[in-house]
């Protein structure tokens, strides 16, 4: 017994866009696990940070630790725009035309995950003074 579909083949340049878009899914997706990385390795630095200080370590370290941890948590943040502007203007590029790939479910992931952790970094460092 065959299985009958309802909907048409598409032909082999859709089936190639599907591809790519995908593909650019996959590697939006991996730059945003990098960023993500390198975000909460800038908040567990700045936690660190709250412990030296209430350890009372020498003012050079507590400085260091604190300009590598905004470093590391606005680098992870400049990868987020970065990744989520270059998959936006991919699939504008390549969905155009389609109506079953839209790219906005990604980008507001993006924005929202970025706000979250930015929140929560100022609140740390307003926690600290």
């Known amino acids: 017994m065959k299985c009958q579909t309802t909907t048409p083949t598409p032909d082999t340049n859709e089936l190639a866009n599907m591809r790519t878009l995908l593909a650019a899914e996959r590697t939006f997706l991996a730059w945003v696990r990098t960023a993500l990385g390198l975000m909460a390795f800038g908040f567990v630095l700045e936690k660190f940070v709250w412990y030296l200080h209430e350890t009372g370590l020498t003012q050079r370290a507590f ?9 590391a948590f606005a680098s992870g943040g400049c990868i987020f725009f970065a990744a989520a502007r270059r ?38 460092v307003h926690i600290l003074g």
Not at 63 to 71: A, G
Not at 94 to 121: D, Q, R, Y
């Open 63 to 71: 400085t260091e630790v604190k300009v590598l941890s905004f470093f």
């Open 87 to 124: 998959f936006f203007l991919i699939t504008c590029r390549l969905g155009k035309g389609n109506n079953w790939f839209h790219a906005w479910p990604e980008v507001l992931l993006v924005v929202i995950l970025a706000l979250v952790l930015t929140i929560s970094m100022v609140a740390s």
